[in-house]
């Protein structure tokens, strides 16, 4: 991580992890409200809900999930709360943040920066 | 107001999606979430019995039957604040979970480790050590002093893993604490194997980083056990109380001809992690190890206050922090005693020899004088 970023929510010390890699064309998946994503697609839950400890650590709260495997999200899809929501595909670069290998599956956390811009989600499927 | 607390997450996106949680009295309950409003999501919960809860775990049968054809008829609902904590459930009264509540058919869940299970059950950092002793095939059987022995073995090799790990990073543990303690929780079948945890309290997230150091290294050693010269390499690295400690378990296996396999978790790990050393291997490493007399000696320097010095005899005593060390000379390191001014302050550089007695698990510690000097007082 050796740009320095400006991230999109305050972060704890030590946060992104050193683990956390640098994005270049990362291609992953995430479930949206509809195939044209917005701002509120892309929110921790920290950012959702303040208040809400899930047992995870804090740095952890405070990232977005995202699937390498589109299919990975089929799983959330079968679950009645998500399955309006669509599959969308975004490409991440240096510039939109760090990810790390976290959870099972294709599973990643991804610490967003500022400047992520919504035109990297494509709102395509795999 | 029933409290539950969260044992397994069996869905996580951003946040727990489905989850396995028990009451005060031990009963389960599977939820899931089921609405997202403005304060957080709201997770509908239905109790199970252990066996639907196993099937549920195990991919026998899939998330929409568990809600569909409930075992009783009786569901709840939870906006929990913090799942590190027991949270409340209302009771949510419907006859039937609605259809747009269900989750679509084929959500199953593969939760088959059962190292990775306890360790999230007991929110602790947990080992499953298993003895292919001959008196185990039949039945979960094994002699009492195999067992005994073992036992001893095992915690001194986490006890001296955990030290050298610590004292290779600059953080050694203070004498006195013993942070890798554990205690044996159970029994079950797979050979013969002991189910051990924490004894200290863990951190929130159930990990204790003294025991997961020791865990992790000594499943690194059993990876390399089968390449012998890697192993001798490996013990080389660790030298003294640590290398003495895993040449004193690799004994025991090859005395008591009975394969180890070793697993161990923290609640928020993957999987557990499991390696195995053979009785063939064992006996390998212990043979290249018969003419390797330097990988139980470890070098040791006592900064303390000189109460005795015979340097007829050779002898000497030295109280550091208040714990008295005594030894003798390094053959021919050609050291004199007779210098030493008694009460004075010293450093002496030793070396440390360590035996381990087999049954016992007991080291014998032989400290030997190479050098030393005056040194001034803090």
């Not at chain 1, 030590?14 to 992953?28: G, H, I, K, M, T």
């Not at chain 2, 951003?14 to 599977?30: E, H, K, M, N, T």
């Not at chain 2, 714990?323 to 010293?346: F, H, T």
Request: aromatic share 10%.
């Amino acid at each position: 991580m050796s740009v320095e970023k400006v991230w999109y929510e305050e972060l704890p010390e030590q946060c992104p992890p050193s683990e956390a890699f640098n994005l270049d064309r990362f291609v992953c998946y995430r479930l949206c409200e509809c195939v044209a994503p917005t701002d509120g697609d892309f929110l921790s839950h920290r950012v959702l809900f303040p208040e809400k400890i899930f047992r995870v650590p804090e740095c952890q709260a405070r990232s977005i999930s995202v699937f390498q495997n589109p299919e990975d999200l089929d799983r959330l899809l079968k679950l009645a709360i998500h399955k309006h929501k669509a599959k969308v595909k975004i490409i991440l670069s240096q510039d939109d943040g760090v990810a790390m290998k976290t959870g099972k599956d294709s599973h990643f956390s991804w610490w967003r920066s500022r400047e992520f811009d919504l035109a990297c989600a494509t709102g395509s499927e795999a | 107001m029933k409290a539950l607390e969260l044992l397994h997450v069996l869905l996580d996106y951003d946040y727990p999606q489905v989850f396995v949680a028990r009451d005060l009295i031990g009963v389960r309950y599977v939820c899931m979430v089921s609405e997202i409003a403005q304060h957080g999501p709201t997770f509908l919960c239905v109790p199970v019995s252990s066996r639907r809860c196993d099937e549920l775990l195990s991919g026998k049968i899939d998330l929409r039957l568990v809600y569909e054809e409930p075992e009783l008829v009786e569901f709840y609902r939870a906006n929990p604040d913090n799942l590190f904590e027991p949270f409340g459930i209302e009771r949510y009264i419907i006859d039937v979970v609605p259809q747009e509540l269900l989750p679509e058919p084929g959500l199953t869940f593969s939760f088959g480790d059962e190292v990775l299970i306890k360790a999230q059950e007991l929110n602790a950092t947990v080992a499953y050590a298993s003895l292919a002793v001959p008196e185990s095939i039949g039945e979960p059987r094994i002699r009492t002093r195999k067992l005994s022995a073992f036992l001893n073995i095992y915690q001194g090799v986490l006890r001296n893993l955990a030290r050298a790990s610590a004292k290779a990073i600059g953080k050694p543990i203070p004498k006195g604490e013993d942070p890798y303690e554990s205690d044996v929780f159970g029994f079950c079948y797979g050979s013969f194997t002991v189910q051990v945890r924490s004894s200290e309290p863990c951190d929130m997230f159930g990990e204790n980083k003294a025991l997961i150091t020791a865990f992790q290294t000594l499943n690194e050693f059993l990876d390399v056990a089968e390449n012998a010269d890697e192993a001798v390499q490996f013990l080389s690295r660790m030298k003294g109380h640590a290398a003495s400690s895993l040449i004193g378990l690799l004994s025991f296996i090859a005395e008591n001809d009975c394969q180890l396999t070793n697993r161990w978790s923290t609640p928020g790990m993957h999987s557990s992690s499991r390696s195995r050393v053979r009785v063939a291997s064992a006996q390998n490493i212990i043979q290249r190890c018969r003419s390797r007399e330097d990988l139980s000696i470890e070098r040791l320097e006592l900064i303390g206050i000189v109460d005795s010095a015979d340097a007829t005899a050779g002898n000497w005593k030295i109280f550091v922090d208040g714990v008295a060390y005594s030894g003798g000379l390094k053959e021919g390191a050609g050291i004199n005693l007779a210098g030493i001014i008694l009460r004075n302050r010293y450093k002496f550089r030793c070396e440390e020899k360590i035996e381990m007695v087999l049954g016992t698990g007991r080291e014998i510690k032989k400290i030997s004088l190479i050098g030393f000097e005056p040194v001034e007082a803090p």
